[in-house]
């Protein structure tokens, strides 16, 4: 019923600039917070950053100052800018997002397939 789709992904050297996509389609009627994880091999999927309908933003201390998520509503899009990459920033990155469906009565997590980042030293 909805379908998030990320891109974007790719090899970049360390200090480098990459970013990401994701697009939500499917039925739709509001979708509230957005996000973006990442999980490195033999690690757990950990948080990067969260944009609310609103705008606000939340990033994990690894990456404050450098990355920076966005969203377009019209679009159903939601970006992660990420400037002067480090390799410990490697890994699987996944989108989500919290998505009522028309004719639905809560709202449920929804997540993407996953896109490859490697930075490389």
């Known amino acids: 019923q909805v379908q998030l789709v990320e891109s974007g992904g790719g090899l970049v050297q360390a200090g480098g600039s990459l970013r990401v996509s994701c697009a939500a389609s499917?039925?739709?009627?509001?979708?509230?917070?957005m996000g973006w994880y990442r999980q490195a091999p033999g690690k757990q999927r950990e948080l990067v950053a969260l944009?609310?309908?609103?705008?606000?933003?939340n990033y994990a201390d690894s990456v404050k100052g450098r990355f920076t998520i966005s969203r377009d509503n019209v679009k159903i899009t939601v970006y992660l800018e990420m400037n002067s990459l480090k390799p410990e920033d490697t890994g699987v990155y996944y989108c989500?997002?919290?998505?009522?469906?028309?004719?639905?009565?809560?709202?449920?997590?929804?997540w993407g397939q996953g896109t490859q980042v490697t930075v490389s030293s």
């Open positions: 499917g039925n739709i009627f509001s979708i509230n917070t």
């Open positions: 989500n997002a919290d998505v009522m469906i028309y004719y639905g009565s809560r709202y449920s997590t929804y």
């Open positions: 944009i609310s309908s609103g705008g606000t933003t």
